[in-house]
């Protein structure tokens, strides 16, 4: 067994052991189910990241966090001036913790139009 599919065996089993806990789904089967949903995904994230935790740098994490968190503010029914900060401040985060992806050479240079966009949400709302 490669090493890689060791690490995936044990994401999977993270995953897969999650304990009953309001607002968590679980995922007993951990990530191998084979049709996802909107719902799925989301759902996913709330274990997936604790789940990575040893594999990946800590930034990669704190990267993936910010983002999901950003999402979660601007999904709001209602945004405060508060809100519109902590929006700023997290996606200030994401930005900063994203550059491990060209540190470790996963990408070369960054040119999302929809990470850019993200720039505006503040202004716009």
């Known amino acids: 067994m490669t ?10 089993h993270r995953i897969a052991s999650v ?13 191998g189910f084979k049709q996802w ?9 709330k274990v997936y990241l604790p789940a990575i935790e040893g594999y ?21 029914n209602i945004i405060t001036e508060s809100t519109l900060g902590e929006i700023q401040n997290t996606l200030d985060r994401f930005h ?13 240079m960054f040119s999302l139009p929809q990470q850019h966009s993200c720039s505006h949400y503040v202004l716009l709302i």
């Open 3 to 12: 090493e890689a599919k060791k690490i995936q065996d044990d994401i999977d």
């Open 19 to 31: 304990a009953s806990f309001a607002g968590l789904r679980r995922f007993p089967q951990g990530r």
């Open 37 to 45: 949903t909107g719902d799925d995904s989301k759902a996913l994230m």
């Open 56 to 76: 990946v740098p800590v930034d990669v994490i704190r990267t993936f966090r910010a983002f999901l968190k950003f999402c979660y503010l601007v999904r709001r």
């Open 96 to 108: 900063r913790y994203r550059t491990i992806f060209q540190s470790i050479g996963v990408v070369l």
